[in-house]
């Protein structure tokens, strides 16, 4: 398993070094100071290197990933298609759980066991969901989220081949939750190669049907698509390292800046 | 023991009396923004859900409903950012014309495929750190199948009338996002707002059905 992992990173940096020798990065606006600050705040050092790259998952997408998931959704009705969301969800439990430890949330990590006991018993391994009728609502963890609830920075944006929007912080993320999977372990010690590499073409299939309207839609109506899908990834990753809990971002006031120091007050909680 | 709990439940009702007093109007604020969002929510599901409507009247209902409950003006010139100040009177104006098209042409036909789905309002959240009243008015939308999807609404109270200014669906911000794209389609076309224009103005005709 170690080998197929190496491989395949090997192949990954082999590619991001070439693109980057040949497109190179974007120059700093010098002359502009507003311009200047926009540019650090953007963090995207390798923007033309990152579109390069942008462009070849499109074109990835629109011949291999679009068709093959559109093919996944003409055969697989939406309860299907759920059933295996959910069974490749369940998979994660033990990543979820390290991570819930991790960030040092015993409820939420509770919450991951409950609900992988329940589903893999009652949810017949995973494909049905009957926990979260049962008040243990699904949640996701990495280890990307986990070092930024630690203070680690995301650093530069980059555009992976074929995985999409990320950073060092999430690439570094995906390779740690790798090693610590069991699945993954088992797979290595039996020989199981193929366990680790079906799992993730599922993976990366479902990624796609899940987003398949957002996705869609997006690329009609955006004036500039990589931009929108630099500002929704952080946007999102973001949402997902607070766990949801958005409250204290920035309101705007209405000349539309964004105010520095807000200090919002949870005031009227309506029965829910 | 009986008068233990009566001293407790006074304590308890001069604490409540003092915590309602000291943030006078602030119970009304929270509930007419909570009525004006619910108030919203329902009239874009009867009037903009309807199979039968053609996308162009789809449209024209979304402009109205669009106009009458959001600061379309302020968000514009937000999503333009720094570049407002650049742009020429006349630029300003086609693309703030063109900025309510693109949020129509975006939004309108979503509605279409409207199934069932209900607007829950979970909370209300004040902005103390603006000068203006800003409020966040926290929902969900609640489907049948898979989890609900948060959306909160930042509203404002400029005159009196409440306007919205930003969606955020799921943390993500539809005026930050916005505001991303067009910084980076006139920077790469040399800092120029008319280089945005241009894209508008061809998004915007591919996009609207033709009887607008």
Redesign the interface.
Known sequence: MWAVLGNGAKRIGALFLVSIMISGCASAPQDDP??LA?FKK?NDPAEPTNRAIFEFNRGADRYVIKPVTGAYRAVAP?EVR?GVHNFLQNLRAPIIFANDVMQGEPKRAGTTVARFLINTTLGIVGFGDPA?SLGF??HDEDFGQTLAVWGVGEGPYVMLPIFGPSNPRDVTGKVVDFFLDPINWWASNTDNDWVPITRAVVTGVDARDQLWNVLN?LE?????F???I???YR??R???I?N?G??D?????????F?D??????????G? | MIGASRICAAVTGALFLLVVNANPGWADESADSQQFVRTLADKAISQLTDATLSAGEREQRFRVLLGDHFDVLGMGRSALGRFWRIATPDEQKEYLVLFEDLIVATYANRFRDYGGENLDITNVVKNSGSEDVAILVQSQIVRNVAKPIRVDWRVARASGDHKIVDVVIEGVSMMQTQRSEFSSVITRGGGKVASLIDELRAKTKSLLSRSN
């Open positions: 507003e311009a926009e953007l939406q759920d979260a609502e699904s839609d009609r109506t955006s004036v500039d990589y931009a929108a630099r500002s929704l946007q999102r973001m949402d997902e607070k949801g958005d409250a971002a920035p309101l705007p006031n209405l000349t539309g800046e105010d120091n807000p200090s919002p007050n949870v005031v009227a909680q309506s829910k």
